[in-house]
C-alpha cells in the first residue's frame, strides 16, 4: 500500500516537516489500521494535509464542530461514490501555530507532535474516533504502537509540568 500526500501549506508563518515525511506518518497509520481491522485496503491511497493558522482553524472548527477557538487538527473523511477508482481517505488541517505551542508547552519536539497529529488525523480517517472511553484507550493505544514503531515517545506520557 502506498499514500500520496497534497500537501498545501496556507500559513505562510509556518515551517512544516518535509512531505516525505507526512507521507511516512500517514502510510505507518493506514498499516497499522489496515492490521488492526484486518483490513485489506487499496493500494494506492491519497490523503490531502492543509497547514493552517489559528483563524482559519478556529473557522473550520466552529463551521464543522460547533465549537469556539482554534483546534490542532481536524479530520474530513471523504465519503466518496463507490466504483470511481478515486481512493480519497480525505483532509486533515493541521494548525501549525497550537502545534508549536502544544509541543513547547508539552516539552516535545516538534517534530514528534507533527507526526502524532498526522497519525491521529489518519486514524480518524480510517474511522477510530475517541468519544466512548473503550474507543479513546484502543485508538490512544494504536497510535502509541504507531509512534514508537517510528521511533517517537508516547505521546500520552505526562510532561514535567503535569499535563497529559
Known amino acids: 500500500m502506498n499514500v500520496t500526500i497534497d500537501l498545501m501549506n496556507a500559513c505562510p508563518d509556518a515551517q512544516p516537516p518535509d512531505p516525505a515525511r507526512f507521507q511516512i506518518w ?3 497509520a493506514l ?3 489496515a492490521n488492526d481491522t484486518g483490513s485489506n ?3 494506492e491511497q491519497e490523503v490531502s494535509i492543509r497547514i493552517i493558522d489559528t483563524a482559519e482553524s ?3 472548527n466552529e463551521t464543522w464542530r460547533h465549537k469556539q477557538g482554534p483546534t490542532n487538527i481536524l479530520s474530513f473523511p471523504f465519503e466518496g461514490f463507490q466504483g470511481t477508482g478515486i481512493n480519497l481517505l480525505g483532509d486533515l488541517a493541521i ?3 497550537l502545534v508549536c505551542q502544544e509541543a513547547q508547552e508539552q516539552q516535545k ?3 514528534a507532535h507533527w507526526a502524532h497529529l498526522t497519525v491521529h488525523g489518519v486514524l480518524h480517517l480510517r474511522g477510530y474516533d475517541h468519544l466512548e472511553q473503550a ?3 484502543h485508538m490512544e493505544s494504536l497510535e502509541i504502537h504507531i509512534l514508537e514503531s517510528l521511533g517517537y515517545p508516547n505521546p500520552y506520557l505526562q510532561d514535567a509540568t503535569g499535563n497529559d
Do not use: D, G, V, W
Request: charged share 25%.
Open 26 to 28: 500517514a502510510q505507518a
Open 31 to 33: 498499516h497499522a489500521a
Open 41 to 43: 485496503p487499496e493500494n
Open 58 to 60: 478556529a473557522a473550520l
Open 95 to 97: 494548525c501549525a501555530p
Open 109 to 111: 519536539s516538534e517534530e
Open 135 to 137: 474507543e479513546a484507550e
